[in-house]
């Protein structure tokens, strides 16, 4: 079973911007980004298809962070990067990473799709 493990957390400004990294020992269809703050569901962030194919490096993000969130895939290091631009107060939360989530041929942004999970890195946006 594959590994993960979160980085890049931290405090940063309303309007800043934070690079998560998730390095795994194995990709496993797709990698997909979550968070979740107390009290609240863990929701899907972003996602990429990993696998080798024709949809290698195909990406989806929830519609709350669509146009300032980018997910990317550095295979050489077997790490997915969320770059994370002009963030909100409300994107503040634990981050996770985790593979599965192949579901009907798409990367999904469901938890429940997911299979293996990392520990998560935590994000605090102060406005």
């Known amino acids: 079973e594959e590994q993960l493990v979160e980085t890049g957390g931290g405090s940063v400004q309303a309007g800043g911007s934070l690079r998560l990294a998730c390095e795994a020992t194995r990709f496993n269809y797709c990698l997909g980004w979550f968070r979740q703050v107390p009290g609240k569901e863990r929701e899907g962030v972003a996602s990429i298809y990993t696998d080798s194919g024709a949809g290698k490096g195909t990406t989806d993000y929830a519609d709350s962070v669509k146009g300032r969130f980018t997910v990317s895939l550095d295979n050489a290091k077997n790490t997915v990067f969320l770059q994370m631009d002009s963030l909100r107060a409300e994107d503040t939360g634990l981050y996770y990473c985790?593979?599965?989530?192949?579901?009907?041929?798409?990367?999904?942004?469901?938890?429940?799709?997911?299979?293996?999970w990392g520990r998560g890195t935590e994000v605090t946006v102060s406005s």
């Open positions: 985790a593979t599965g989530g192949l579901r009907n041929g798409i990367c999904s942004l469901r938890p429940v799709q997911y299979r293996v």
